[in-house]
């Protein structure tokens, strides 16, 4: 599988860590209570299509990315790194 | 039509003429008491154990596929009960005990072989929590034995003891851990459960489902409504997709896990070995074939298919635990959708929504827990209360913190 | 008065040689990290050039001379390799750590090092794709690594403690492939 | 001899000779185990797995079910090896499989005459009764049966090795299609990989005799090939078997890189596994010939069609004396056109299609089958039937072909299904079945050599506008352009015998009408219930036939009843290839600690913690057993100094204008209130608010920390940090790198401690220049080094920290002076005696499962800020007494032995899970208070201090009456620490 590094370009999957859902980079206020920590830690929406996710480069340039990948077909649509998805996001 | 040498014998004197269909294809009846959704393992043992043991037999199974063709299909075979925690002991010393008289009760050979299931430790770190994790196994009922370096090394003769990378300091060993084969063992629940009027309902999807005021009444399918008293759902791979129908959100992620299989070999290896400092596993099947597995792929994925990382990791992993396997060819590498829960435990339990009942997150443990899943989820269904084996699987554990973490690693269900 | 001596960790190791192919040690009198703090990438450049005669080189990329060489090793992440360890000028705008004494260098050399590279790192470093006064942080056989094409091959740096696996697998592969080019 | 005079791609000058079951035989170099046994006259080569039923050869390339054999002798045998793409060199030795006594007498044929009893699935139905009889008598029978070579049971010595490759275009396999590829892209500009499972390339043109461009069709493609091999931006591997496709336009394939040497060049791999990553690919493997089913139709002598032209044409071996030919298409002619040409006598051509016409001189028999053979050990004579009746013919070579299945294996890798091609009553690949991959030539069903050039143009030409090229001009060379003339026809009924449809796992026609009859009619069910196409050749020559005979049982089409799924990879790899590097000492990356050198010499005894190697204990004279050492160690720290590298630990250099609020984060206690100059000890939760690690960060500057993590979780802290900066507060402006490997660190611990740094450093070093938990920089010599005043022993202790590069010398110079004391060196088992000693943590403790509340620090996750975890740590279940609490346990009673692992239990209560109230964590020991002691977890275990309760240790017999007490055993003011 090859991952686009929004830095490093086209590269074999093998030197990504993959955390998991893109739901991570929305952490909920301190003061947003148990309920809202409840589901950012452990409620996922697990598509069957497209998934906003989280991996990591770890042995090339240690960037956090943001995909939007097919879970069925494993196609990637779309990497950005993980700071430049959370500026957009504000 | 009862299963035995004897009619094996006579049958084969008439040319095999008159075995008769292992199961109906019924077109689905308007209204059940129960409808269970997942023709797999899970599916299947429930079904069976609801008409055979709860008394319910107005039943029906929909698969949106073939029986058995899910993980129950894909798994690397393996039965054993050796866990740790307080919630996973009881519930899989339960499933052990169904599995040994399972052939007797389905009437049908699902080659439950008891060989042997080790676990290696590879520092003293490691040994501790094998002991832990032995300990709590004989406090169950269950067998162990905590092997030191020297009598891992008489008992495992084949392992890498010339100076590997990560030296065996121990092992665990659960003599009653074994395989078993797993078509046999959907197929032998398939059997038992169409022969007591539970109809099995291939190429059926479910679409949606019918809820009112909390309660469910029916499900929408891809061969019509059918209505239901009440609707079990043990689907896995496919929960969170099919909870959403239910509009239920879960602790769910599903993941690949990649299996292995080799051609045929004269036996080499009679344990099931579990590698401690790599993800491998490996047994050979009773045709031959080394089955070996490791971790999932680590992405979301409902490929049931994976990439060549983990391939060879597992294989490099083989390779430094059991040198003498490189010439064995693979010949065939597959892949499941694992229902990977937010603490590694599985969920056997009611939902807000009245009649719905829950059967998930089995991560990659599920074909051992296919008999003991199937009498509590009946349990449950018929009773509406948990079954004692069963009855730390409760969906709100997160929320309240009685998380149940054999890893160790938390909120990360890829790391389970 | 203690007189420590410095032991570079390939001193034992190498250098050492398969067919055509030469793996030696590199070691650099100076590694300092340079990590620009929010908005200072410019500054930062502009003090390397006054200190150093360097400037911040774009991602992948090396940028200098050998006395005082520039190498992005990572997202808002560069190593000044040269003699001298970066001017404490560029402390003020960045964040420097000495890494003098981190990394294992080595320097891979010979017609056949890309081919060498193909049995250890899943980038493509032939002559066609990886041009000199290019970098790339890598995977090299399960270690992390920083790899710089140079004139006559590559320069591979990975962590001190890993030198000796490190040169292990470089020289097993350079041998592999001389051996293979006797094969028809 | 079958040996033809003249003809076929063999240097007849190099004379091979090699072993089949001990007996010599001859061969030449070209030849392949298959072609050279065949030119010798020797058709029975193996025995099937269930029924031991006679086998022969039956094709010409790597789909082989039956000719499967054992390579060589002693601990490096290789069994199951296809003697069809086994080149033979001097000296080799292959042996049958799977028979006893011999390959000609193999008494498991017994199972042949128990047949009827041995149908599809029986063994479901039986073997039940009595149950204990399973694992002692009937597995063991089975597993004995099963299975065709066997392992040596020894390592694996071969060496093999893996690389990467990347190219615009990956063409696989080299036939007119491949060729006529790689070279219209190659000229076009494309960097491409053109790879071939045979050792020549040129595909089926290699055993075909037709002219291209007025030249051989052989000779054509040797010249393509030299043309090729002159081009810089074109690879050429041979020998190379494209195994899988996998996402993103990656490739596994296999080179076999020396298995057709006697010996190999020191140092080449017996094969290398690459994994290629390609930006497009043309499939172009070619199609694989499929038999008809009728009675008898897998005796020795009984090959594919093809495959007997293949022996004739390339190897010049003729597999019989008096062949006959039996088909339902037109390249059946072709077989025995070139074997007329080649002087072969023809016994008989026999075409199930009414209107067939002869193209050369042979007789023909049309409208007419096969409906019988005879000859026990190889093939003698055939029984046809046609409409006057039955006839006998004398043959001693069938070749059978029922057309030709395009090899589609590749694109069914992520579940795309084939598509049925009426015309060729075949299955062809699905459009775009693999992102970036298009077919050519008769993988796609072109079965013409004109079609296979003209496709193999035409897809090179669509890949390079794809990528944004020209493509050349090409001149098609000019080549037969038959079209395919085919009858369905895949089994004959209504004749008495079995037909085989799997020659390997002996599954026949029957099987599959049972398989219907109990209702096991999805293609998944009949595969997995009769095993067809379970065997090491994957179905590749049977599945076609298996799923025609269901189809025509259920009264469904073809298309409709639908294909099994192919899966990597296309042929087995060895588990040796696909883990290159994995034996042995390589498996993982080894690192080595600065003092390594020195601790050697000082009989150190290592152990692997994580990928480091570190000093568990150092072996003195007189000490033979490992508790010995290490209690005088401690003593020895206690007592003096003692001396511990401690580099492995994490070392994180973290700056910038918002460290201070960044640590706050991240720990669960304050660290921008550490004055500068001092060092804290902190917690860090996960999110889930458990206890990810534990560690002290010191103070350089107002902006300026370095944080130390467990040598274990250093990656995931790592990690960690650049997760919490990146994805959760990317506002934050603050850098980190790793300093583990830049400071060799060492921790000097005990009374003399102190002492001993004195004139070592430039600084005075006093408890009031440098009190407990104080950091800062010093001097040794000219040498720029650390000091930090922290302890994990609980003495007074400093960590010292010099550049890595003088880390032996220092090590040398604080081993010179400690001696001098009557100090040294501790391992990590003293280490561990020391901290159990003071009650403090590792990861036998924070395993991720427990709470600061847990390990008592509930008040180090500060009310005054949030950090990650800190809401999810406050979840009701997380307190309360049923917690397990960590708790000091002392023996009371008369066994004092404690064990790592055992359960704790009320005095009273019975051993058993109900009862559980906790576990032992780490026991040692302890020389300073002279018994043992341990840490562990008791439910509610702070409110039971002083009651006893016992461990019991059911795998290890042992029970111990202990009491519950303060973890900190020894000096619990911290006296020394801070005196």
Redesign the interface.
Known sequence: MRINCPICGERDSREFHYRGSAKLLDRPAPDAGAEAFYDYVYIRENPTGLNRELWFHDSGCRSWIVAERNVTTHEFFKTELAVDAKRGAK | MR???L???LN??T???N???????PEPKSHYDVIIIGGGGHGLSTAYYLAAKYGITNVAVLERG??G?GNV?RNTTIVRANYFL?GN??FYSHSLKMWESL??EL???V?????GQVILG????Q??????????M????DD???WSREETKRQLP?L?H??????VYGALMHWRGGTA?H??VA??FARGADMRGVDLI?NCEVKGFRIENGKVLGVETSRGYIGAGKVGMTVAG?T??VGEMAGL??????HVLQAFV???????MPHVVSFG??HFYLS?S????LVFGGDLD????????G???M??H???????LM????????????GGIMDMS?DGTPIIDKTHIDGFFLNCGWCYGGFKAVPASGDCFAHLISTGNHHKAADKFLLS???????I?E????????LH | MVDLIAKTPLADLLPAAAGGLTLTEAAPAAITSIMPFRGKDAACSTALKKAHNVELPAAGHVAGTDSARVVWTGRGQFFLIGDKPASTAVGKIAALTDQTHSWAVMRLEGDDAAAVLERLTPVDLRAGSFFQGQTARTELAHMMSVISKTAKGFEIMVMRSFARTAAHHVLEAMHSVTAQRQIN | MSRLAKGGQLDRSQQIPFTFDGQTYLGFKGDTLASALLANDVRLVGRSFKYHRPRGILTSGSEEPNALMQIGVGPQTTPNVRATTQEIYRGLAASSQNRFPSLSFDLMEVNDLLSPFLSAGFYYKTFMWPKAFWEKLYEPVIRRAAGLGALSGAADAAHYDKAFAHCDLLVIGSGPAGLMAALTAAKGGLDVILADEDFTLGGRLNSETYEIDGAGCSDWAAGIVSELAAMKNVRLMPRTTITGAYDGGTYGALERVSHHLATAPDHAPLETFWRIAARRAILAGGAIERPIAFPNNDRPGVMMAGAVRSYVNRFAAAPGQAVSIFTNNDDGHRTAADLVAAGVTIAAVIDTRAGAVAVADYPLITGAQVVGTSGRLGLSEISVRTSAGIRKIKTDCLGVSGGWNPSVHLTCHMNGRPVWREDIAAFIPADGAIPGLISAGSALGEMSTHAALKTGADAAAEVLKDLGKKAPRVTLPKAEDAPVTIQPFWHVNGAKGRSWLDMQNDVTSKDVKLAHQENFRPVEHMKRYTTLGMATDQGKTSNMNGLAIMAELTGRSIPETGTTTFRPPYTPVAIGALGAHGAGKSFAPERFIPSDALAREKNARFAEVGLWYRPSWFTQAGETNWRQSCDREVVMVRASVGLCDVTTLGKIDIQGPDAPEFLDRVYSNMFSTLPIGKVRYGLMLREDGMVMDDGTSARFGENHYVMTTTTAAAGQVMMHLDFAAQVLWPELDVQFISVTEQWAQFAVAGPKSRQLLDGLLSEDITDETFPYMACGDVTIGKVKARLFRISFSGEHAYELAVPAHYGDAIARELDKRAAEMGGGWYGMEALNVMRIEKGFITHAEIHGRVTADDIGAGRMVSAKKDCVGKVSSQRPGLSGPEREQLVGLKPVGTVKQFLGGAHLFNVDDDAVRMNDQGYITSHCFSPTLGHTIALGFVKNGRARMGEVIKMVDLLRNVETKCEICNPVFWDEKGGALRG
Request: charged residues 25%.
């Open positions: 299963y035995s040498a009619q094996v014998f084969g004197l040319g095999n003429k075995w008769k269909p292992v199961w109906r294809n073939y029986l063709g299909g307080e002991s009881q052939e007797q009437n049908y050979n080659m439950l072989s008891q060989r590879h520092s003293d770190g040994v501790d929590s094998l002991a832990r994790r032995g300990n709590m004989r406090m169950q009922g162990a034995e905590l084949y890498n010339d100076d590997p990378r990560f030296p084969r078509d046999a197929w032998g291939q496919r969170s997709q959100r879960l602790p769910i992620e599903s080799t051609e045929g070999l004269k036996p080499i400092m790599g050979q009773d045709k031959g074939g680590m992405y979301n994925s409902y490929a049931q298919r990439n060549l990382p391939v060879e597992v294989a490099e992993a083989g390779m430094a040198p003498m396997i490189g010439k064995a060819k693979m010949l065939r590498s597959w937010m554990r997160f929320e309240t913190g009685h998380v973490d890893t160790g690693n938390g909120a990360t269900p890829n």
